[in-house]
């Protein structure tokens, strides 16, 4: 048995349904006793067969646990597991969209328990490439959408379902550099990275129950992503304005500084209304009954006064008549 006490790291939960049956486990896996004591279940290496999951879903066991240094062992697999998944042609989108949105939700839990360090930010990266073959693979938007309404973490799911609506608006808009999709596609991935340095019990709570010094916090966590990657590195500019400018309009109206369209990086323009569009059309805490997509582009244009720079704008609405055709 291992306790807190005798282990140097804390430990991390992972949810039994993150884990690839038959794989090598990458890392030694603990049950919690109490918050002090774990002990080891699966030692690194061993492959657990589906029966092993099993007979720990029979004990109510909702999540196993790993030491935080081995943490990114874990995640290299997961992420590695999710580039293949892609690829596979007998693979439905549906799985290899799960794949995907295990992956992102393992490294954007690095990102709250570790900070943003250059390996998780390489596993960002190889997520957005598969996330960009999936795209490429001609699955509709509306398709991710739904698949994505699986993923129990809303800034994850919220977060790809941005990254995806940016590309194809992009593409819509006639971007043709693969950089710049690149970029536009994991900047918008990363948009809400600073949400994970803020209390969990704030972001847990739907805006309008927030208090005006909750509110205050929530929106700093544009400043936040972009002071995570300034302090990387070797983020690219694009993307670090795309994370700063990500909740900013063109009308002046959005924050944290209340910039105007002439201000706005391009890319930050296309994931802005993006973000904006998926904020209205996925189900989460702030939004729990979202609305179609003609009613979202309704909202946008007529109740919001399309704050959104207009090019882009008449984009979303081909790319959205565009992925309903093909996905009936």
Same mark, same amino acid.
């Given at each position: 048995?291992?306790?807190?006490?005798?282990?140097?790291?804390?430990?991390?939960?992972?949810?039994?349904?993150?884990?690839?049956?038959?794989?090598?486990?990458?890392?030694?896996?603990?049950?919690?006793?109490?918050?002090?004591?774990?002990?080891?279940?699966?030692?690194?290496?061993?492959?657990?067969?589906?029966?092993?999951?099993? =007979?720990?879903?029979?004990?109510?066991?909702?999540?196993?646990?790993?030491?935080?240094?081995?943490?990114?062992?874990?995640?290299?697999?997961?992420?590695?597991?999710?580039?293949?998944?892609?690829?596979? +042609?007998?693979?439905?989108?549906?799985?290899?969209?799960?794949?995907?949105?295990?992956?992102?939700?393992?490294?954007?839990?690095?990102?709250?328990?570790?900070?943003?360090?250059?390996?998780?930010?390489?596993?960002?990266?190889?997520?957005?490439?598969?996330?960009?073959?999936?795209?490429?693979? =001609?699955?509709?938007?509306?398709?991710?959408?739904?698949?994505?309404?699986?993923?129990?973490?809303?800034?994850?799911? %919220?977060?790809?379902?941005?990254?995806?609506?940016s590309v194809l608006i992009s593409s819509q808009l006639g971007w043709e550099s693969k950089i710049n999709i690149e970029k536009v596609s994991l900047g918008a991935m990363?948009?809400?990275?600073g949400l994970k340095q803020l209390p969990k019990e704030t972001v847990s709570k739907p805006i309008m129950n927030m208090t005006p010094e909750e509110v205050f916090m929530?929106?700093?966590?544009?400043?936040?992503?972009?002071?995570?990657?300034?302090?990387?590195? $070797?983020?690219?500019?694009?993307?670090?304005?795309?994370?700063?400018? %990500?909740?900013? $309009?063109?009308?002046? =109206?959005?924050?944290?500084?209340?910039?105007?369209?002439?201000?706005?990086?391009?890319?930050?323009?296309?994931?802005?209304?993006?973000?904006?569009?998926?904020?209205?059309?996925?189900?989460?805490? $702030?939004?729990?009954?979202? +609305? $179609? %997509?003609?009613?979202?582009?309704?909202?946008?244009?007529?109740?919001?006064? =399309?704050?959104?720079?207009?090019?882009?704008?008449?984009?979303?609405?081909?790319?959205?008549?565009?992925?309903?055709?093909?996905?009936?």
């Open positions: 048995m291992l306790t807190m006490s005798e282990s140097k790291n804390s430990f991390i939960a992972i949810p039994m349904s993150e884990f690839s049956v038959g794989l090598p486990c990458p890392v030694d896996l603990y049950v919690q006793l109490s918050l002090s004591k774990y002990v080891l279940v699966v030692r690194r290496g061993e492959r657990p067969d589906q029966d092993r999951f099993d =007979q720990f879903r029979d004990r109510n066991l909702t999540h196993l646990w790993v030491t935080e240094d081995e943490y990114q062992a874990f995640t290299k697999q997961i992420v590695l597991v999710a580039g293949v998944a892609v690829l596979k +042609k007998n693979f439905s989108n549906t799985l290899k969209t799960k794949f995907l949105a295990n992956a992102a939700t393992s490294v954007f839990r690095e990102f709250e328990t570790i900070g943003l360090t250059a390996e998780n930010y390489e596993f960002a990266k190889d997520i957005n490439q598969s996330t960009l073959s999936l795209i490429d693979s =001609q699955t509709s938007f509306q398709q991710i959408l739904d698949d994505l309404n699986q993923c129990s973490d809303d800034v994850v799911k %919220h977060s790809m379902a941005v990254s995806v609506l990363l948009i809400d990275i929530y929106e700093t966590h544009p400043f936040r992503g972009m002071e995570m990657c300034l302090l990387l590195g $070797n983020v690219p500019d694009d993307v670090v304005s795309i994370i700063y400018e %990500h909740e900013e $309009n063109i009308i002046g =109206q959005g924050y944290p500084r209340r910039i105007r369209a002439f201000r706005m990086h391009p890319m930050a323009r296309v994931v802005s209304l993006a973000n904006a569009y998926v904020r209205l059309v996925l189900p989460t805490k $702030n939004n729990p009954v979202p +609305k $179609n %997509h003609r009613e979202a582009l309704v909202y946008i244009e007529h109740t919001q006064g =399309q704050p959104h720079d207009k090019e882009a704008f008449s984009a979303l609405i081909t790319v959205v008549t565009r992925q309903k055709l093909k996905a009936s």
